[in-house]
């Protein structure tokens, strides 16, 4: 079966540069989260889309962006990178058309490491 | 400040034991509660959930028993086998914007010896 899909699985960048992770959904699901993962940490809520319009907000810095594509795959942009943001990334998809579903299904993460 | 508190941090069991992992919340507002199991280097994969009109949810090994009214719930892996050494995160949830974003707890690593 398809999974998320998440690109790529590992970035090493320097501080104050850009970054831009991608995640691609799995086929029919219409909604896409995004969560930071520190070391030995629980996974935070960046921010969600659903059919391409941010459906919800979490701790996600002003210094983040990201949008859902036609194609629904989406992208978290990150500027200004600080030490403090070298996590796990991780992307969710799950199809919302099921009432009450909440299963999500996460994609393998991208390891962001800022020097 | 945790909104969902999980505990123990970690957990060593033996192979054919049972694993108790044990989970609060505070919120009264929550209304779906999954657990997932997350092995190195890889996403968080949803093990089992539970709503509050229930208070016991079996599949395979795994059990979620769920008391309302002192706001906990536990993850009971019977037969414990090395397989399953991983880290668990229970997890609170409300609808939100149309869909249920999950509330963490801190994980639990859990350790099952052959």
């Known amino acids: 079966a398809a999974g998320v899909i998440q690109s790529p699985r590992h970035l090493i960048k320097e501080k104050r540069e850009t970054a831009t992770l991608k995640c691609y959904p799995i086929?029919?699901?219409?909604?896409v989260y995004w969560y930071q993962q520190g070391p030995g940490q629980d996974p935070q809520f960046l921010i969600s889309?659903?059919?391409?319009?941010?459906?919800d907000k979490g701790s996600i810095p002003d210094r983040f962006s990201a949008q859902q594509f036609s194609d629904y795959h989406s992208e978290l942009n990150m500027s200004s990178l600080e030490l403090g943001d070298s996590a796990l990334y991780f992307c969710?998809?799950?199809?919302?058309?099921?009432?009450?579903?909440?299963?999500?299904?996460f994609g393998p993460g991208t390891r962001l490491t800022v020097l | 400040q945790q909104q969902v508190k999980q505990s123990p941090q970690s957990l060593i069991v033996q192979k054919g034991g049972i694993s108790i992992i044990n989970c609060a919340y505070e919120?009264?507002?929550?209304?779906?509660f999954p657990w997932y199991q997350q092995f190195p280097g890889k996403g968080p994969a949803l093990l089992i959930a539970?709503?509050?009109?229930?208070s016991e949810k079996k599949e395979g090994r795994f059990t979620i028993s769920f008391n309302k009214s002192a706001k906990q719930f536990s993850l009971h892996i019977m037969d414990s086998q090395p397989g399953d050494s991983a880290t668990y995160f229970c997890?609170?949830?409300?609808?939100?914007?149309?869909?249920?974003?999950?509330?963490f707890g801190r994980g639990t690593s859990l350790i099952v010896h052959p």
């Open positions: 969710a998809s799950s199809p919302r058309g099921l009432a009450g579903t909440d299963t999500q299904y």
């Open positions: 086929p029919r699901h219409d909604t």
């Open positions: 889309f659903y059919e391409k319009m941010q459906s």
């Open positions: 919120n009264t507002a929550f209304d779906y």
């Open positions: 539970i709503r509050p009109d229930v």
């Open positions: 997890a609170a949830s409300m609808m939100s914007g149309g869909s249920y974003i999950p509330t």
